[in-house]
């Protein structure tokens, strides 16, 4: 596993939580709740492709069609 995507994914997750506090701060509740659903969204897509290719790399190892 490469650590720039552990790095990426903390990148993300600090600017999100830094939208979501000034956001907060404006009485922008609804707003920060959806900056923090993209930002789930976000992370969840790039884990999803990680398991993805986790999964090919297992299936090239084995040698499983």
């Given at each position: 596993?490469e650590?720039?995507?552990?790095?990426k994914?903390?990148?993300?997750?600090?600017?999100?939580?830094?939208?979501?506090?000034?956001l907060?701060?404006?009485?922008?509740?609804?707003?920060?709740t959806?900056?923090?659903?993209?930002?789930?969204i976000?992370?969840?897509t790039?884990v999803v492709n990680?398991?993805g290719?986790?999964f090919?790399?297992i299936?090239n190892?084995f040698?499983?069609?």
């Amino acid at each position: 596993m490469e650590i720039d995507i552990i790095f990426k994914i903390a990148a993300i997750g600090i600017l999100i939580a830094v939208i979501c506090q000034l956001l907060k701060k404006n009485d922008r509740e609804d707003i920060a709740t959806m900056v923090s659903i993209v930002g789930l969204i976000i992370v969840l897509t790039i884990v999803v492709n990680m398991i993805g290719d986790l999964f090919e790399t297992i299936k090239n190892i084995f040698n499983l069609y």
